[in-house]
């Protein structure tokens, strides 16, 4: 279940910043890590926050 969330949600970013995304991959991992990284810059850690990371703020996160 995790990995099909894990690809939504890299879907859905992926369709919002259709034309401003150069690349984006997913790293395959154990122990329950889901970190967002935008130009090496970690913007979400599911590892610190214990929390799967919601699209809207990524994305805002994204755009600020």
Excluded at 11 to 29: G, K
Excluded at 51 to 63: G, K, N, S
Aim: charge should be negative.
């Amino acid at each position: 279940k995790l990995r099909t969330q894990s690809r939504k949600f890299a879907a859905e970013l992926f369709n919002h910043f259709r034309t401003d995304i150069a690349s984006l991959e997913l790293v395959p991992s154990s122990g329950g890590a889901f970190e967002v990284f935008v130009d090496g810059n970690m913007i979400h850690s599911k590892l610190e926050t214990k929390q799967y990371p919601v699209l809207d703020d990524v994305i805002r996160a994204i755009e600020t």
